[in-house]
């Protein structure tokens, strides 16, 4: 089994910046890679940012692209979010997940963490 654990969120006000970090223990020896995804109040999840170990390949939404940016240590099966100038819209649950295949999804998830952007 593969636990993933998020930390970071908040509530901060338009402009704003956060770092979203995640952490996967366990049986991790198949991760090729973690990701960020979001789900906002009434709707379906979606994909942040991605990166992919071999070759340390990154993708992000064109809606963060520009503003977050997502990082992390293979070696330590880490993961970073830094998102600046964070927009109303941004407000959502964001979870990590490992394992991951940019823009569809992952095999291991995290529970989330809650980052709210006032206007």
């Known amino acids: 089994q593969v636990q993933v654990v998020e930390s970071g969120g908040g509530f901060v006000q338009a402009g704003a910046s956060l770092e979203l970090s995640c952490e996967a223990t366990?049986?991790?020896?198949?991760?090729?890679?973690m990701g960020w995804f979001r789900q906002a109040p009434g709707k379906e999840r979606e994909f942040v940012a991605a990166?992919?170990?071999?070759?340390?390949?990154?993708y992000y939404a064109d809606s963060v692209l520009g503003r977050f940016t997502i990082s992390g240590d293979n070696a330590k099966n880490t993961v970073y979010l830094q998102m600046n100038n964070l927009k109303p819209e941004d407000t959502a649950v964001y979870y990590c997940?490992?394992?991951?295949?940019?823009?569809?999804?992952?095999?291991?998830w995290g529970q989330g963490t809650q980052v709210t952007v006032s206007s």
């Open positions: 997940t490992v394992e991951v295949v940019p823009e569809s999804g992952g095999d291991y």
């Open positions: 366990g049986r991790t020896f198949n991760n090729n890679g």
């Open positions: 990166i992919i170990w071999s070759g340390n390949k990154v």
